[in-house]
């Protein structure tokens, strides 16, 4: 019982308590990063041991809440928009990095999560070519950085502009490279966004496949196979169940809230891993990257999701 009520302890649920009440993923990610800058040991154990449990967990729940009749649509649609942005993106950050004369394991971590799902694609595509935590932790700090600004200023952005839920949602999908920060990103706009964000998410992030294959192809021929994302299957069971058996509206709605408090948390989370990244690692050069390749997509994702 006195462990909960040590400091770094009661203020951890103070916060994550304050975020889930408020279901703000602005207020989530700032909560995060206050309390890392505070407690950075304590954020470090947290962040280790959670990890992104809790925003898998809550993308799953949103595979129960989307129908079909949305899905099939959006894959339609956007599926060759899709697998353009992907090869520009990587292609882009990869002849940038060359141009920099980056190491050839950061720029292929740094290329891949701004071309497809950040965070996810570095851990996969790290242990496949070997690269050092150096490496990983700086692709990781120039992904949080840009993520987090997402989350705070593109909901404001797309108020601005005028965007309807469901144009925002497939502009946070391709603007922003970590599904958890594309869906906190929507989720801040509308719970309407959260649909089509997440649904054209999934769908780039299946360009992790391809990639991981050319990659390990190139850098350990060796070895076999790879360990897909798990929680990306479970979303289309999730999917699959919930359009044969028609939930009610209901449980929908109810799955609906238990997502977004699984994302919350996990948002939260996404703060609380700033603590592990050491940024004084950073130079210009990744950072000079990443805005660019942002620069360069964002318009490209505006003019896509409203046309």
Request: proline residues 3%; hydrophobic residues 60%.
């Amino acid at each position: 019982m006195k462990r909960i009520f040590m400091p770094a302890n009661f203020i951890l649920i103070i916060f994550s308590l304050l975020a889930v009440i408020v279901l703000s993923p602005i207020l989530a990610i700032f909560l995060g990063l206050i309390y890392s800058l505070i407690y950075k040991n304590n954020a470090q154990a947290i962040s280790t041991k959670i990890s992104t449990i809790p925003l898998q967990i809550g993308i799953v729940l949103i595979g129960f809440t989307i129908s079909t009749a949305t899905l099939i649509p959006i894959i339609d649609t956007y599926a060759m928009w899709v697998l353009l942005f992907i090869i520009f993106s990587f292609v882009l950050s990869f002849i940038l990095g060359m141009v920099f004369r980056l190491n050839l394991k950061l720029n292929v971590l740094l290329a891949s999560g701004l071309s497809i799902c950040g965070a996810t694609a570095i851990a996969l595509i790290g242990p496949l070519i070997k690269a050092n935590t150096k490496f990983i932790f700086i692709s990781l700090a120039v992904l949080f950085l840009f993520n987090t600004i997402a989350i705070i200023t593109f909901p404001y952005v797309g108020e601005s502009l005028g965007m309807s839920n469901y144009e925002f949602g497939v502009f946070s999908a391709l603007a922003i490279h970590d599904t958890g920060s594309v869906v906190g990103s929507a989720l801040a706009f509308s719970t309407s966004s959260v649909e089509a964000a997440t649904s054209l998410k999934i769908l780039r992030t299946l360009g992790l496949i391809p990639l991981i294959l050319l990659i390990n192809y190139k850098f350990n021929r060796k070895q076999k196979g790879f360990e897909f994302p798990r929680f990306i299957i479970y979303f289309f069971i999730a999917l699959i169940i919930s359009n044969i058996f028609e939930l009610s509206y209901s449980v929908i709605e109810y799955l609906r809230v238990l997502s977004k408090t699984f994302i919350i948390v996990g948002i939260f989370c996404i703060g609380l891993q700033s603590s592990k990244i050491e940024f004084k690692e950073l130079n210009l050069k990744p950072l000079l990257i990443g805005l660019i390749v942002w620069i360069a997509v964002i318009p490209m994702a505006y003019f896509i999701s409203v046309s």
